[in-house]
């Protein structure tokens, strides 16, 4: 299941925790522990944010929309 995980983030698929954890068929808890243990392996790591704004990078969309930008935990493969 960790293979299939980081084939859809890396796919540029879906990265919504929820919406990852109804395709892979299991809970949002277990597609979060599965993303801890892929960052702490070193497969993935969090986009950094822009900070002041959005510096235009293709997650524009996700990050003008939200009023969290800052809490936003958005993943890299």
């Given at each position: 299941m960790?293979?299939?995980?980081?084939?859809?983030?890396?796919?540029g698929g879906?990265?919504?925790?929820g919406?990852?954890?109804k395709k892979l068929g299991t809970s949002p808890q277990m597609i979060?522990?599965?993303?801890?243990h892929l960052e702490r392996s070193g497969y993935l790591r969090p986009y950094e944010t822009c900070?002041?704004?959005?510096?235009?990078?293709?997650?524009?969309s996700d990050c003008?929309?939200?009023q969290r930008v800052n809490l936003l935990k958005m993943w890299q493969g």
């Open positions: 960790l293979e299939q995980l980081l084939s859809e983030i890396r796919s879906t990265l919504e925790v919406l990852l954890s979060e522990v599965m993303l801890e900070g002041d704004g959005c510096g235009g990078c293709n997650l524009k003008e929309h939200s």
